[in-house]
């Protein structure tokens, strides 16, 4: 997943740095991503360089998002995939305006790695949570370890204990829901890294679901959270 990020930004980053001549109108709008809003291509041609490392920063996250999120939930997949082949596009034609679209395929060979990280582990004897979230093909960081008790805690009532033979999700997508559990409050959710990774986003949270929470102080377990993103 490092790997990807890193091919990603430098692919991108590169093409920021090309300068703007022959533009005589600067683009004042911001292209919105996440909602499916490009630059036309004589835009992109008159963007600064600053809007242009903004803009691909912009395609960079919204690839990473929808690569973790299409190999999981099958009724997303479908969605999450159109929105990637999306953005392959949009890719594609930036950098073939550089002459660049060497770069582009090997984008498109990491976002296929990918997509193809397992969602399902099995455990074996000597593994631990840790262990496994270290596991290139799993997280590749061992501190991320905690997103796979909470998406197993059906099977795991101890984080320490883990048995050969059980079956482990491997939740690859960012959650637009939360199922509350005993011991948690709004921080404390904001602070999952699959959530917000920053505690201080716990308002975001708050906001959204108004509708069941009279008290941000008060949740209780089952209660369906909204992740707003």
């Known amino acids: 997943m490092k790997r990807f990020l890193m091919l990603t930004v430098v692919a991108l980053l590169a093409l920021g740095l090309l300068g703007t001549s022959g533009c005589g109108k600067r683009v004042t709008r911001e292209a919105d991503v996440a909602a499916g809003d490009y630059y036309t291509e004589t835009e992109y041609k008159c963007l600064t360089t600053e809007q242009r490392e903004a803009y ?39 950098q073939s305006q550089t002459g660049d679209a060497g770069r582009a395929e090997q984008l498109q060979e990491e976002i296929a790695y990918f997509e193809g990280l397992p969602t399902r582990y099995t455990v074996i004897r000597g593994d631990c949570l840790w262990r496994i979230s270290g596991k290139e093909e799993i997280y590749a960081d061992p501190i991320k370890w905690p997103r796979l008790y909470r998406a197993n805690r059906d099977q795991i009532s101890d984080p320490d204990l883990i048995y050969p033979g059980q079956i482990f999700t491997v939740p690859r997508d960012w959650p637009r829901q939360h199922r509350v559990v005993r011991g948690e409050w709004l921080c404390k959710i904001a602070g999952y890294w699959e959530i917000y990774n920053r505690p201080s986003q716990w308002t975001r949270l708050y906001e959204a679901n108004r509708d069941q929470i009279s008290d941000p102080d008060l949740i209780y377990p089952d209660q369906v959270l909204d992740v707003p993103r």
């Open 56 to 94: 691909c920063a912009s395609l960079a996250d919204e690839l990473e998002g929808l690569g973790q999120a299409a190999t999981t939930r099958t009724d997303e997949a479908g969605r999450n995939r159109a929105r990637i082949d999306e953005l392959r596009r949009e890719l594609t034609r930036m």
